[in-house]
């Protein structure tokens, strides 16, 4: 399949890691989007309009109004959309069936481990602190996951082996989320990371140095302030919606 020229795909989300991807992958396909914010800590997420989208409730995702059936695509799930705009496109996603598993190995390892066992981490940290075993369960988890990939750096220049690939982009705003929120990297940063995993900080510095990447940061921006100003302003019962958690479990 092969990107169709003069489309623009639709993006929907908030300043997250799992958003932050997609924007990526967007600028190195240089495809053109434009950027739908959803204020999650206000329940837009739940919208029915949005609901159509993601049937998950979730950022981000995609519309795509040119997909191979003719027809448009709307697409959640941020490993899904990553997959999808690579063969869209032919690109960064490996073709021979050896290489392409790499690839897909380690973006599972990101989808199933790196993104769910830091968000918990971040959970814990910021939303239940109180408990005590959940935040040293999941500091623990994170600083194993910084250990392998550092590990695996160790012997490739990037995640699936030689080549720039989805799995190096789906990482990627983990790891640099990572960098402001875990206590025992900050405040030193890349500095720190270099001390304690220093195949894992050439990896990030290579890639933040991406002009890609420096692009999607840029268009970002926005979002991230309006997602930190809606946390800040969130009353307690946002915050049980947006987490799923009491009552407020069954939005609607």
């Known amino acids: 399949m ?17 958003v932050y991807k997609v924007a990526i992958m967007l600028e190195e396909v240089a ?5 739908h914010y959803v204020d999650v800590f206000a329940g837009q997420q739940f919208d029915p309009g949005f609901l159509a989208i993601s049937p998950t409730a979730r ?16 697409l959640c799930e941020s490993g899904a959309i990553l997959i999808y705009l690579a063969e869209k496109t032919g690109r960064l996603l490996p073709g021979t069936p050896g290489a392409r598993s790499s690839t897909m190995q380690w973006l599972m390892v990101q989808m199933g ?60 705003p983990w790891v640099r989320r990572g960098l402001e929120a875990f206590p025992w990297l900050k405040p030193a940063g890349t500095e720190a990371l270099a001390d304690q995993h220093p195949h894992l900080a050439r990896w990030y510095r290579s890639i933040a140095g991406r002009f890609a990447v420096k692009s999607a940061i840029d268009r970002m921006a926005p979002w991230l302030e309006k997602t930190a100003a809606s946390a800040k302003s969130a009353t307690p019962e946002d915050l049980d919606r947006f987490l799923l958690r009491n009552a407020q479990a069954k939005p609607g």
Do not use: C, W
């Open 2 to 18: 092969t990107a169709t020229k003069g489309t623009t795909i639709d993006l929907y989300g908030m300043g997250s890691p799992n």
């Open 31 to 35: 495809l053109p989007y434009r950027m």
């Open 113 to 172: 481990s790196v993104g769910p066992l830091f968000g918990q981490f971040m959970h814990f940290q910021f939303f239940a602190r109180d408990n005590t075993y959940g935040r040293e369960r999941y500091q623990a988890q994170a600083r194993h996951l910084l250990a392998l990939l550092d590990r695996r750096l160790g012997d490739t220049e990037f995640l699936d082996g030689m080549a720039y690939s989805i799995a190096d982009i789906a990482t990627f």
């Open 59 to 74: 950022v981000p995702a995609i519309v795509d109004p040119a997909a191979d059936s003719g027809e448009p695509l709307a």
